[in-house]
């Protein structure tokens, strides 16, 4: 605790360092911007903060839905060697490809829809949040000891039981982390793709919008602290899941 | 004649594991598996079990081919499931082997093995809750809880300290008196072997043959400072230590 509110200290202090060389507004007009923003609509768009944050809140997890329910299966299937065999090459040559550099590629394919811009961009959010929850799940998967399995078969478990009483509760804690690292780069992809494929609201619209009106700094920050709080309390608290499983392995961030 | 193991030979590539391996067991025998690390006596529990085909020679019962189905193994690391309870850990093997029973029944003889193995108020515990030995005797429940023909043990008491050791070997008697099942037990220890079984078959170093099968004829519960049992160790120990000095 102590440690947090050092660390809280010095960030403010940095800030207003920053704020005599002119380069940020003052940290307390920031804040002031922001909680006035959070209750109040801002008139360029007609909008308060927390819309916009609902906004682009419900576009991630309409990706994020769409990624995990193939990425939880598709992961946990990857234990047979043979799915992972064909699945494994192709994955690793598209996992690369940035998030973003599917836009034009989406808008082409959702031209007909009657809200391209916005199913373009629960794509996007699907494809940036697929690749990172997969590769995690199906390297966890794969990581299943041996030992369990030669358990269960001892007392004559068939391939589905392996796969239901064995590889997956022991997969648990790392689909939940596939989950958090999954929402973590869709909500990045979220943002970014609200700023290129516009559609009148979302916090990446909005910060967007205060800076072509006239470069309108304690909007705009005030628009990506709650884009920072956004994704640190998603992260926190699927973290705190994780660390509910006594058997999970040690997983990075 | 229960359980007949015939002529079982094993080689991994060029390593000679198994060379001729050879002796019978009665029902509800309790024998141990005596031998140096690394001369095989895994290789010919898991062969036993099914989980390692033979190169040569066969594991008989009644006549008839051993079949998995038949036996049931006590791993030497506990290999409880860290996602179930202690009392889920024994529901397990039923889960897998006795299918058409329904769930209630299968918790009714979960819980059963567990009042027997004095685990009783210890059901819902997970095994990291529970002490080294506990968990040994939860594995022991999984395995006894299918009513095998045959039950495979694989150094289950090696990891425990002394005192724990020898309390486990006390209940695991216990609970072999009450359900007699035949037993092939494999231990490092001459001193748990000499205490447990009805019969112990001393192994030579890899490639491993039967020493001797030596029949231990001492009431239960064995005193282990009694000139007999001195007199049984220090002839096994005398079997192990002179193959291990003409290598
Ligand atoms: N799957 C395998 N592939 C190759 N070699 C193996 C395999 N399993 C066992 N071995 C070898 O067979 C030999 C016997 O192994 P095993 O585990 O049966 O010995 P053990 O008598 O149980 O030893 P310990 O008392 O130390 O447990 C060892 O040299 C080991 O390296
Ligand atoms: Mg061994």
């Not at chain 1, 804040?31 to 768009?45: D, I, S």
């Not at chain 1, 648990?172 to 596939?178: A, D, K, M, N």
């Not at chain 2, 090696?158 to 050791?165: G, I, K, V």
Request: hydrophobic fraction near 50%; aromatic fraction near 10%; proline fraction near 5%.
């Amino acid at each position: 605790m102590k440690q947090k509110i050092y660390s809280a200290l010095l960030f403010v202090f940095l800030w207003y360092l920053l704020y005599f060389l002119n380069v940020l507004p003052a940290f307390h007009v920031v804040v002031v911007t922001f909680l006035m923003l959070v209750v109040k609509a801002e008139p360029v768009l007609g909008k308060t903060l927390l819309q916009h944050a609902a906004s682009s809140l419900l576009r991630v997890l309409a990706g994020a839905i769409v990624a995990f329910s193939i990425s939880i299966p598709l992961g946990i299937l990857m234990w047979f060697s043979r799915i992972y065999n064909l699945l494994h090459p192709a994955i690793e040559v598209l996992r690369p490809i940035p998030p973003l550099a599917w836009i034009p590629l989406s808008y082409i394919l959702f031209a007909s829809f009657p809200n391209p811009t916005v199913f373009a961009q629960i794509f996007i959010v699907a494809v940036g949040a697929f690749f990172p929850s997969f590769v995690t799940i199906s390297d966890y998967v794969r990581g299943v000891p041996q030992e369990f399995i030669e358990l269960a078969k001892v007392f004559g478990a068939k391939s589905f039981d392996l796969l239901t009483k064995i590889v997956l509760p022991y997969s648990l804690p790392g689909i939940i982390t596939g989950v958090r690292v999954g929402l973590g780069v869709g909500w990045m992809s979220i943002i970014a793709a609200e700023m290129i494929a516009t559609s009148g609201s979302g916090l990446g619209y909005f910060i967007l919008v205060m800076y072509e009106v006239g470069g309108r700094m304690p909007e705009i920050i005030a628009g990506m602290a709650m884009i920072g709080l956004i994704g640190y309390s998603m992260n926190t608290l699927l973290f705190k899941l994780e660390e509910r499983f006594p058997w999970r392995l040690k997983s990075g961030t | 004649m229960a359980l007949e193991i015939r002529n079982v030979k094993k080689s991994f590539g060029n390593l000679k594991v198994l060379d001729g391996v050879s002796f019978e067991v009665e029902k509800g025998e309790f024998a141990c598996i005596v031998g140096e690390s690394g001369c095989g006596k895994t290789t010919l529990l898991k062969i036993v079990a099914g989980l390692v085909k033979a190169d040569e020679g066969e594991v008989l019962y009644d006549g008839k081919e051993l079949k998995t189905e038949d036996i049931a193994f006590v791993f030497q690391d506990d290999r409880l499931l860290p996602w179930r309870t202690a009392l889920e850990n024994v529901m397990f093997s039923l889960e897998m082997r006795m299918r058409e029973l329904d769930k209630k029944r299968r918790e009714e003889i979960a819980r059963s093995f567990l009042e027997l193995a004095g685990l009783k108020g210890f059901e819902d515990y997970y095994p990291h809750q529970l002490s080294g030995g506990m968990r040994q005797r939860v594995g022991i429940c999984r395995a006894l809880a299918v009513n095998p023909k045959v039950l495979l043990m694989d150094e289950p008491f090696a990891s425990l300290d002394a005192q724990t050791r020898n309390r486990m070997q006390l209940e695991l008697l216990k609970i072999w008196e009450k359900r007699r099942k035949t037993i092939l037990f494999v231990t490092h220890s001459v001193d748990e072997a000499v205490f447990l079984a009805d019969k112990v078959v001393i192994l030579s170093p890899r490639p491993a043959k039967v020493l001797k099968v030596l029949e231990i004829n001492l009431e239960r519960p064995r005193d282990r400072t009694s000139p007999e049992f001195v007199g049984y160790r220090r002839e096994i120990m005398n079997l192990l230590q002179g193959t291990s000095l003409s290598i």
